[in-house]
């Protein structure tokens, strides 16, 4: 007779680390145990944050990290070892590209390494699965209320204040700069923290947008497609860049005139826009 199980199988036999089926090796099990996250017996944070997931993620960006793309970081140091900060970049590369190098570099150059937890675009609840395996990486959905309990708790926010359609420039606009919002700047001064402007070179090289398939995209529940010159927005192995610069911080309570919060933003964007040239210029042998 067989038996079945008649009881249902707990969230943390199913994805306990040590069952993983994927390979990981060592050194992403290594770095995974001495993140500071609180993670309980099972692998599992506060937040959803699960082991179990961040494994496999880890093992398969490690070969686009390393490998395929080469990325180079400049500046890693300028990153906190320790308490709550924000990364703050330039978005470009069609779709995330720039969001996973950034995390690579964060859990492979930092030491300790740290998990750089972004805010996912709320599009992606609507997808399935999408919502959950998002979170069991890191990602909350971009809410004011999730980003300031992050904060709080003295981790590690990836904000790209240009948004969607900072991801969707254009291949002849790849080393420019679309409008920032300014929530980021409220919350970094609201939860006093010190914000590390960084660079992301490369990815309109890696996918060069030609154009943009809206239509398309909101049949499939995304802002846009990209197009490439093959069609298929699949990324060719480019070299990749993140330069990140010294920490800004600035005083106030997030509460502040929207001309005093802005011309801050402007500081923040003015040294992303000089990382940017540097980087161009570097990157086409210019003085």
């Known amino acids: 007779m067989v038996r079945t199980r008649t009881t249902p199988i707990r969230y943390e036999e199913r ?21 500071e996250i609180p993670f309980n017996e099972f692998g599992v944070d506060p937040y959803g944050i699960s082991k179990a997931y961040l494994g496999p993620f880890f093992q398969g960006l490690k070969f ?9 970081s400049q500046g890693i140091e300028n990153v906190p070892a320790h308490g709550r900060a924000m990364l703050i970049g330039n978005h470009s590369g069609g779709f995330a590209i720039d969001g996973a190098m950034v995390i690579a ?3 492979f150059e930092m030491n300790p390494p740290r998990l750089a937890q972004g805010m996912a675009e709320k599009f992606l609840n609507k997808l399935p699965f999408a919502s959950q395996i998002t979170n069991r990486l890191g990602h909350l959905t971009g809410l004011p209320e999730h980003a300031e309990r ?4 003295d981790r590690l926010l990836m904000v790209f204040p240009e948004g969607a359609r900072g991801t969707a420039k254009l291949y002849k606009e790849r080393y420019s700069l679309v409008g920032f919002g300014s929530g980021f700047m ?4 609201r939860m006093k923290t010190p914000i590390v402007p960084l660079a992301f070179l490369g990815g309109g090289e890696a996918l060069p947008t030609i154009a943009n398939a809206y239509s398309l995209g909101r049949v499939l529940g995304v ?9 298929l927005a699949v990324p060719i192995p480019a070299k990749l860049e993140i330069c990140y610069s010294a920490p800004m911080h600035f005083e106030g309570d997030g509460s502040e005139d929207d001309e005093v919060v802005h011309g801050y933003v402007e500081q923040v964007r003015e040294r992303i826009s000089g990382l940017i040239e540097r980087g161009r210029r570097r990157r086409r042998g210019e003085p």
């Open 15 to 35: 994805v306990h680390f040590s069952e993983l089926r994927f390979p990981v090796d060592a050194d992403v099990r290594d770095r995974l145990d001495r993140l």
């Open 64 to 72: 686009f990290f390393r490998h395929y793309f080469s990325v180079e």
């Open 105 to 107: 570099s964060q859990f």
């Open 150 to 153: 992050l904060l709080a708790d």
């Open 186 to 189: 409220r919350l970094a001064m």
């Open 223 to 231: 802002p846009y497609i990209p197009v490439t010159p093959w069609g």
